[in-house]
Nanobody, 125 residues
Framework: QAHVVESGGGLVQAGGSLRLSCAASAHTFGKFAMGWFRQAPGKEREFVAAISWNGGSANYADFVRGRFTISRDNAKNTVYLQMNSLQPEDTAVYYC??????????????????WGQGTQVTVSS
């Protein structure tokens, strides 16, 4: 997996928006599917969204569908997560990671040994 640095988190009121960024240091970034994940206190890490290597396909967890949008800029080795209509239950540390394809990154993420430092998102009610 590519080395990643997540940023863009913060404190926002319910109904607000944030845009997360994940910068990846890998000359092969454009060949990997990229995904966003989150972990709330006391809970397991869960899948949020993923995007194919060329941005042509994306998967979303049901709880974010219609509110979050994943995108990528391969020229900048960066993947984004636009989060709208945030709710207190979206409070978590958000992480990104990479894998070979959409199916793998959606189903195999719990086996990943490497994770970045993540970025904290806190949504107040």
């Amino acid at each position: 997996q590519a080395h990643v640095v997540e940023s863009g988190g913060g404190l926002v009121q319910a109904g607000g928006s944030l845009r997360l960024s994940c910068a990846a240091s890998a000359h092969t970034f454009g060949k990997f599917a990229m995904g966003w994940f989150r972990q709330a206190p006391g809970k397991e890490r869960e899948f949020v969204a993923a995007i194919s290597w060329n941005g042509g396909s994306a998967n979303y967890a049901d709880f974010v569908r219609g509110r979050f949008t994943i995108s990528r800029d391969n020229a900048k080795n960066t993947v984004y997560l636009q989060m709208n209509s945030l709710q207190p239950e979206d409070t978590a540390v958000y992480y990104c990671n990479s894998d070979l394809n959409l199916d793998t990154i959606t189903t195999m993420f719990k086996s990943y040994a490497y994770w970045g430092q993540g970025t904290q998102v806190t949504v107040s009610s």
